[in-house]
């Protein structure tokens, strides 16, 4: 009786952990799939920092007119005294206007200035794209893996579910031991602890996909498919030189140390003289005087230059804009030199995770496989140890596990290539298929 009552628990306690298996399984099912081209599409036109980016783009080309417009002109109007008296009458009021035009180089390179700042700017915006492109492929490889390692904790679920059977069957006939029932159910127990963690973490990738896509956090999103693993067909070397062609960040290097050169240009034009020019028309009442153009009224065209004197101004900003230049340079120099270090390691990081991806799915995975069958076979004909099948169904499962977690770095590593090159997907394959 009380052996029957103990059968009757483990099999009770089995159907409650089995349960969450279950609900897990019809999840997936009901969900819809995602494709990464749309959502990619979507966050470029959606997310709040490209949309940003972009309009601070858009502010800066409208820069280039107004920064070497001329000033604004200047009016006058004078009301004169009783006492302002001429040889022609006394002057009653005066009217004016005037221009100030600076000398021609500095217009030009003000120009070439505000052009390369909308140039930085636009490698920035060109380099946020970019990055939330990368952050969401990388979340979408992210999901795949929990997603593929949920499939498999269906997978090992079924192999147990058939295991403890086996073992209940044999302890029904006494030819297996309580304690094997036992652990098959133990071994149940503790494959939930992955499964709960990953739930927890598609939870996590799922609120931040919908961050980098402006929407609800609490909105779920569908189920993954397998991505096809890419091939490298360019050299480490070609694809460098890709990167110096192509890597937002470089661009924008370069578009500064262009700007601080223009900064530098326009310091030292600060020796030319700008130029004032106007018009003045005075009002003349009638005079005391018996002339011809007695109350004629009098223009002029006055003309100014400024004096460029002070060179404890002059200097000094001549002295600051080729230290400014000299960091830019700095800058695009180390900005080349990181570029170079994330194409390498990007590079290698794909070469090595592809290879054991490779090992895992033509070898381990097959092998590992292979010994749970013989394992399984050999346990249910009496031939092998309960703890040997366990084990080996351990191996199996864990195998499965780093299959696909090397198959999703390799996948990760690509897309931190493609970014390290400052290409999009589709530049990219035109450029693997040259």
Not at 76 to 85: L, P
Not at 147 to 176: H, M, N, P, W
């Amino acid at each position: 009786m009380r052996k029957a009552f103990v059968f009757t628990l483990i099999l009770f306690i089995g159907f409650l952990i089995s349960v969450p298996f279950l609900c897990a399984g019809e999840t997936s099912q009901a969900t819809p799939t995602l494709n990464l081209d749309d959502l990619i599409s979507q966050a470029l036109e959606k997310n709040p920092e490209v949309v940003a980016a972009k309009a601070e783009w858009l502010a800066s080309r409208k820069r280039i007119m107004a920064s070497w417009a001329l000033s604004d002109p200047v009016g006058e109007y004078d009301i004169m005294g009783s006492m302002v008296e001429t040889r022609t009458g006394p002057q009653k009021n005066r009217f004016a206007i005037s221009q100030e035009i600076p000398f021609p180089a500095k217009l030009w390179e003000k120009r070439g200035k505000a052009k390369a700042e909308a140039e930085a700017v636009y490698a920035r915006y060109r380099a946020l794209g970019r990055d939330i492109t990368t952050k969401l492929t990388k979340l979408y490889y992210e999901l795949y893996y929990i997603d593929a390692s949920l499939d498999t904790f269906a997978e090992i679920k079924e192999l147990l579910k058939k295991i403890e059977g086996v073992a209940q069957t044999r302890y029904s006939s006494s030819a297996g031991s309580q304690r094997d029932v036992a652990k098959a159910q133990t071994e149940f127990s503790m494959s939930l602890e992955k499964l709960y963690v990953l739930e927890q973490q598609r939870e996590s990738v799922t609120a931040q996909m919908n961050a980098l896509l402006d929407r609800d956090p609490m909105l779920p999103v569908g189920k993954t498919t397998l991505p096809s693993k890419p091939a490298i067909k360019n050299s480490l070397v070609e694809l460098v030189n890709l990167a110096v062609s192509h890597r937002q960040e470089i661009k924008e290097a370069e578009a500064m140390v262009s700007r601080t050169h223009y900064s530098k240009r326009l310091a030292q034009l600060a020796y030319f003289p700008d130029v004032n020019v106007g018009f003045a028309y005075t009002n003349v009442g009638s005079g005391t005087a018996n002339e011809t153009d007695d109350g004629k009224n009098t223009w002029m065209f006055p003309l100014k230059v400024n004096l460029p004197i002070w060179q404890n101004r002059i200097i000094p900003e001549i002295q600051e804009a080729k230290k400014l230049e000299e960091a830019q340079k700095a800058k695009l120099l180390a900005a080349k030199n990181q570029t170079f270090f994330e194409v390498k390691d990007a590079y290698y990081r794909f070469e090595s995770a592809s290879k054991i991806a490779d090992l895992y799915d033509a070898a381990i995975v097959p092998q590992a496989k292979l010994a749970l069958s013989s394992d399984q076979a050999g346990y249910e004909s009496g031939k092998t140890d309960f703890l040997n099948l366990l084990d080996s169904e351990r191996i199996y499962f864990n195998a499965k596990l780093s299959q696909i977690r090397f198959y999703t770095e390799a996948l990760k590593s690509y897309a931190d290539l493609v970014w390290a090159t400052g290409l999009d997907w589709v530049d990219m394959d035109k450029e693997q298929d040259k």
